[in-house]
Structure formats: C-alpha cells, structure tokens
C-alpha cells in the first residue's frame, strides 16, 4: 500500500538552531513528491516539487532534498517566521496523476 | 493575480441540511480536487475533476457531490447523507496530465451542529 509517514509530529527549536524534518514513503514508483507549508486555518502554500534521488531545491532558509526512500526539508538558522506544519506529498506512478498521498505534517516552532 | 479563492472562509449548519461550498480559481487549470482535513489526518481526497464537465470520485466521496460546468469553477455540496461533515474543506487545482504541484484555496471551515 502507498504510504506516506512525516517525522517528527512536532519541533520545537530555538532561533538559529538548524533542524530537518523527514517524508518517507513507500510507493511502487514516484513521480513527484512536494513539501508544502501550511499556517494554521490557511490553506497549504507550495513549496518544492522533486522529481528523482539525488535531486535539492532551496528558497531562502529551506533546502528540500530526495533519496528513493525519503526527503528531508531542512531548515537552516531558521526565524519565528518559519512556524507553521510543513506537508509532504507523493505522486504515485502506479496511480492516475490525480492522486497526491498526503502525510500528516511536521508542526514547527521557532522560539524567538 | 493568480489564485484560488473559497468561500465563505467559515460555514455553520445544522444537522439534516444540505450546504454548498464555492471554489472559484483564474490560474488556468484544467484539473480541480476537494479535499476534507481533518486533525492528525493527511488530506483526504473527496472528488477531483480533470475536465470541464467530467469528475470523479476520490476516496471519501459518500454524502458529498460536485458540478464542473466552468473550468473556473468547481463547487461542494455537502449532503444530509455524509456522516460527519463538520471539518476544514480545502479546494485546489493543478495543471492536468502530469507530476505537477496543486495550488490550494484559503479553506472553509464547516461546522454542522
């Protein structure tokens, strides 16, 4: 069964204190995983989309990266700014392109 | 600017009523989705459109119906049938046929009392 699983659940870091989270997925083929962020009763804002192993994308203090198992996002020197849930998602090649596996989010707080 | 909106932002009903929730976007895309959020769950998908006029099911479809007569437009109904209808109702579109990111709406938070 296509599976998506976040860790941690919840992050709390200082300001400045640098952090991943992790997306591990277990699918039959992949094409594409997403990280999104999400600030509480708003809508999920897109972040990176990756396409294959090896594969980084960076904005600002985010670094989004891709093994054939996992993502990590990390976050560098992050800001109270940087709080929010951040989502991964997956596309399934075994699946029509409508269908997106969602985790259930990493809740992160910096700390002024 | 390109974007998706829903309205309204927050929605009350009582229990036996049917209730609509409005998805409207400008940014071109031929497929739209809805889907229900609810806590400690992942998103889950209602029904997704990847054509004007044609839609499917998605996986908690029961008690909830959609129309696509507009390729802006792709509306909810929550029924009198679905079982637990209060939650946080999120619409969102993407270009079609591909491994593309979905844009998502602002979200209408539905509570049935």
């Known amino acids: 069964e296509d599976q998506v699983t976040q860790s941690p659940e919840a992050l709390r870091l200082q300001e400045g204190e640098s952090s991943s989270l992790n997306c591990s997925y277990t699918?039959?083929?992949?094409?594409?995983l997403f990280w999104y962020r999400q600030d509480p009763g708003k809508g999920p804002e897109f972040l990176f989309t990756?396409?294959?192993a090896g594969e980084e994308k960076e904005k600002e203090r985010l670094k989004a990266t891709l093994t054939k198992k996992e993502s990590f996002l990390h976050i560098t020197a992050p800001k109270p700014e940087d709080s929010a849930t951040y989502l991964c998602?997956?596309?399934?090649?075994?699946?029509?392109?409508?269908?997106?596996?969602f985790g259930t989010g990493t809740r992160l707080k910096v700390l002024a | 600017d390109g974007g998706i909106t829903q309205s309204p932002k927050y929605l009350f009903r009582k229990e036996g009523q049917n209730v609509t929730l409005s998805c409207e976007q400008n940014?071109?895309?031929?497929?739209m989705y809805w889907y229900r959020q609810d806590p400690g769950q992942g998103l889950r998908l209602i029904y997704y459109?990847?054509?004007?006029?044609?839609?499917q099911k998605g996986d908690i479809a029961e008690g909830y119906s959609v129309s696509r007569e507009k390729k802006e437009s792709f509306p909810l109904t929550v029924t009198s049938a679905q079982k637990n209808p209060t939650a946080f109702y999120l619409c969102?579109?993407?270009?079609?046929?591909?491994?593309?990111?979905?844009?998502f709406g602002p979200g209408t938070r539905l509570t049935v009392t």
């Open positions: 969102a579109s993407s270009i079609a046929g591909g491994s593309y990111e979905q844009y």
């Open positions: 699918v039959s083929g992949l094409r594409g």
């Open positions: 990756l396409y294959s």
């Open positions: 998602a997956v596309q399934p090649t075994t699946s029509g392109t409508y269908k997106y596996i």
């Open positions: 940014l071109n895309h031929d497929a």
């Open positions: 459109s990847q054509i004007v006029n044609d839609f």
